[in-house]
């Protein structure tokens, strides 16, 4: 059984600060991981992906990697309110071709 | 593109009752995922297709699930006879290949579902 584990939350962190979002999963041998941010009441969008062990930045965002300890990180630079929304993590696994998702972490920017 | 599009958004249906979710991909998608969101359980993949073809249903929960894809543009997940236990949001998400971070799997709006 693939599990994906985040802690639900919520999270909250003030404007400006960086917000660190985690995430663990089970199956050794997923291979793609994303993070998508879902806003209440709307369909998940995807914000960032990763492959492979070490740090990838996009805008504010850095996504991390370390597939020996089987974790994943998000880091959100700079938080702005219009951030506030329920991450979720999510890894395909070889030779699979959906993905398994985390329950979600809320998070809250305070201004 | 419209992006991918569900009907109905809102669906309220009594126990016993059959009810049928609709999808429509993004046109030349050739992957169509249906998922279930709930608060206990979070987001579960229940059954994806490639090509019109179902690949994994493993996901389903049970018999009173099934899920269709006649042709390229059109989906349905039907569950009957319905039970309150099914109340959640069912999505459906389409890509062009395999889900990876540069085919990304878009998710249509979503069907609320309440069985009561």
């Known amino acids: 059984q693939k599990e994906v584990e985040q802690n639900s939350g919520p999270l909250s962190v003030p404007e400006g600060a960086i917000a660190s979002l985690n995430c663990t999963y089970s199956?050794?041998?997923?291979?793609?991981f994303f993070w998508y941010r879902q806003y209440s009441g709307k369909s998940p969008e995807l914000i960032m992906f990763i492959y492979s062990n070490g740090d990838k930045e996009d805008g504010r965002f850095t996504a991390q990697l370390n597939k020996a300890s089987q974790y994943v990180s998000l880091l959100i630079r700079d938080s702005q309110p219009s951030d506030s929304a329920t991450y979720l993590c999510?890894?395909?696994?070889?030779?699979?071709?959906?993905?398994?998702f985390g329950k979600g972490t809320h998070l809250i920017i305070q201004p | 593109d419209a992006g991918v599009i569900q009907s109905p958004r809102h669906e309220v249906t009594e126990m016993g009752q059959e009810v049928t979710l609709r999808c429509k991909p993004i046109s030349g998608h050739d992957y169509l995922f249906w998922y279930r969101q709930t608060m206990m359980r979070g987001l579960e993949l229940l059954i994806y297709f490639n090509n019109n073809v179902p690949i994994d249903d493993s996901g389903m929960p049970e018999d009173r699930f099934s899920a269709k894809m006649p042709n390229a543009s059109f989906s349905t997940l039907k569950i009957q006879p319905s039970e309150p236990r099914d109340s959640a949001v069912y999505f459906c998400?389409?890509?062009?290949?395999?889900?990876?971070?540069?085919?990304?799997?878009?998710f249509g709006q979503g069907t609320r579902l309440t069985v009561v």
């Open positions: 199956d050794r041998g997923s291979q793609s």
């Open positions: 998400a389409s890509s062009l290949g395999r889900p990876e971070g540069d085919t990304e799997a878009f």
């Open positions: 999510a890894v395909r696994g070889g030779g699979a071709d959906g993905l398994t």
